[in-house]
């Protein structure tokens, strides 16, 4: 009798952790705020809407805080966390210092909706959020966002700086770094895609249009010209020369014509195993969005925090 009961324990133990995991995977879901916060979506859309408006390149730095959050940790809001004594900020890492921007537009959205459903809407939340309209904004692609992420009250910038991808990197270290995340090569070269918006700081690519052998000889001469050898490490350039603020498949046919600005960009086009996946994209666009889109969904899924895990910040830059 003592065993069965024993035994009936057990499966009823089992019965409600695993009722408990289901609820806790059901937590990310896009309606997670109707009730306790219906004007969440709108008005973290507005703000973006005007902080792109004011300054066009704002687009891009709000999508790459997402990213750059969620390749740390998971997307937790720990790239938004200032030093403090328990917190090494990741805004310090080495690919993230002086070039990861965006974090007054979250502070003011986050103030903004403190005052409609205080203590309710998370940071890693209104990351995710503001990466789907910024996109919007400049006539990229759209994706519901899944919703229900809680704030971390750590930060790693020693992980920044091991699980960010690098300007730098060759084709083997992108796909190793996108892998660790759970992405595939599809997802890595569709992300890689957000580079049709945005610019890069003379750092990040003066080895390439010096040194690299895989360039356009015209790119490579007008991009020397705002980024002299010893000099002008913060000169910015943009990513698609072409159509650098609309958000669309150029980067991909620039590519293809060897006029990627970073060196990890071009690799993607070098005669490897990417090389088909971009000439696929720089012809249908549609394809690029669609895969953009599922990519940005599967990103926002890493490791998020949920139910009791961490906490939903009062002020992003802070742990409360």
């Not at 004007?39 to 891009?60: C, D, F, G, N, W």
């Not at 750059?68 to 990741?90: K, Y």
């Not at 750092?203 to 002008?232: E, Q």
């Amino acid at each position: 009798m003592g065993s069965r009961v024993c035994v009936s324990c057990f499966v009823a133990i089992m019965l409600l952790l695993m009722a408990s995991a289901r609820q806790t995977d059901a937590q990310l879901t896009s309606t997670f705020y109707d009730k306790s916060c219906p004007a969440a979506l709108s008005t973290i859309r507005k703000a973006v809407r005007t902080a792109i408006a004011k300054e066009r390149r704002m687009a891009a730095s709000l999508i790459r805080l997402h990213f750059h959050d969620c390749f740390v940790q998971g997307c937790d809001a720990s790239v938004l966390l200032d030093d403090a004594p328990s917190i090494n900020s990741e805004k310090n890492a080495f690919q993230n210092f002086r070039s990861l921007r965006g974090f007054e537009v979250v502070d003011s959205i986050k103030a903004t909706v403190e005052k409609a459903c205080p203590g309710v809407v998370s940071c890693a939340d209104i990351l995710a959020v503001a990466s789907r309209d910024a996109s919007e904004y400049v006539n990229g692609p759209m994706w519901t966002v899944k919703l229900g992420r809680r704030d971390s009250i750590t930060a790693s910038k020693d992980l920044a700086e091991a699980d960010l991808p690098i300007a730098f990197n060759d084709l083997d270290a992108q796909i190793s770094s996108f892998a660790k995340q759970g992405l595939s090569v599809r997802d890595m070269v569709a992300l890689s895609g957000a580079h049709t918006i945005g610019q890069a700081q003379c750092a990040t690519f003066r080895g390439r249009v010096y040194n690299d052998t895989n360039i356009d000889a015209g790119f490579a001469r007008m991009r020397r010209r705002g980024c002299p050898v010893s000099d002008g490490n913060g000169n910015l350039a943009p990513l698609d020369l072409v159509t650098p603020n609309s958000f669309d498949n150029n980067y991909y046919k620039n590519l293809i014509q060897k006029k990627g600005l970073l060196h990890s960009d071009q690799v993607l086009f070098n005669g490897g195993s990417t090389d088909d996946i971009v000439t696929s994209y720089s012809k249908d666009k549609t394809a690029f969005y669609s895969d953009f889109a599922s990519a940005m969904v599967k990103m926002g899924d890493i490791s998020p925090l949920t139910g009791s895990s961490g906490q939903i910040r009062k002020v992003c830059s802070v742990v409360n």
